[in-house]
């Protein structure tokens, strides 16, 4: 709210003083009527159209911080759309290079496995009648091959394999085993290197 202050005093000191305390205008006594309302009637119109400006900027502002957050809504949507394309994609290719083997994809950091359908259907399986995760193919392995064919992860992992081309025994649904090479690489790494995911398929060389 505009303050008009009156004095008395002409000198500069007292001047200042009163709008160092808060006031937005002054007028000497003896006051001249017409000049203090004229003054009233500018503040007053130059509060109101301050309010009003700052009520207009508040309002962009909001409007622009919710075009923001769709912004960014839209972009981790494409995001999580382009990553699924990728996905998708790098899974095809494993498809059309081995038609007949089953496909399988592996998050280390969740330990979640996607196996695909032939992955299933090769040992006898109906798809997805098991879980995704590492222990449900470790579960299926020969007792003989469970700690050789570990072993040939965590190297190829850890880097101290150029390749991972490995073969085991692997339990089928009815009973027996039957031989698995399986081949991989791994297709994704965190910033320091790491990795993070590994792909690959699965072939029936009984």
Known sequence: IP?????????????????????????????NKDELLARVSTHVENYIY???????????TEELEESNQLLKAEISRRKETEKNLRQSEERLNLALHGANDGIWDWYLNSNTLFFDTRYFTMAGYEP????????????????????????EIA?????????????????RKEGGYMWIRGQGKVTARDKEGNPIRFTGTHSDIT
């Not at 202050?5 to 808060?22: H, M, N, P, Q, Y």
């Open 3 to 31: 303050v008009i202050f009156l004095t008395a005093l002409d000198d500069t000191k007292s001047i200042t003083e009163g709008f160092r305390v808060g006031g937005t205008d002054y007028l000497s006594k003896p006051v």
């Open 50 to 60: 301050k309010n009003k400006l700052k009520q207009e900027v508040r309002l962009r």
């Open 128 to 151: 997805n009648e098991f879980p995704g995760a590492f222990e449900e193919w470790e579960r299926r392995l020969h007792p003989a091959d469970i700690e050789p064919a570990k072993a």
């Open 155 to 171: 190297q190829y992992l850890a880097g101290e394999r150029k390749t991972y081309d490995a073969e085991f025994r692997f339990l």
